[in-house]
């Protein structure tokens, strides 16, 4: 089976799909990357808006964990974003 089946299969919107594979292919070998939404965004060429709109159809849908990370001085960080 394809590391992209269960994607392909689902009724997720194509910016999900773009993003899951983003993820994918960022990912270590436990599935776990934390690229910013800026980055994301301007990797694929989308807009933040629709980047935070894909990681919540993923993260609704099961295909990825999102977990907030926070620096020493208690400022956010970007998320660490776990694929399932």
């Known amino acids: ?3 992209f089946t269960p994607v392909y299969a689902s009724e997720l919107p194509h910016r999900a799909r773009s993003v899951y594979m983003y993820l994918h292919d960022r990912a270590d070998k436990d ?3 934390y690229p910013a939404i800026g980055t994301i965004a301007k990797d694929l060429k989308l807009s933040r ?3 935070k709109r ?3 159809d993923l993260e609704k849908s099961s295909h990825i964990r999102k977990e ?3 620096r020493e001085n208690g400022g956010k960080s970007s998320c660490m974003y776990f694929i399932l």
Do not use: D, F, N, P
């Open 54 to 56: 894909a990681l919540a």
């Open 68 to 70: 907030q990370r926070w």
């Open 31 to 33: 599935g776990k990357c």
């Open 49 to 51: 808006s629709t980047v």
């Open 1 to 3: 089976m394809g590391y």
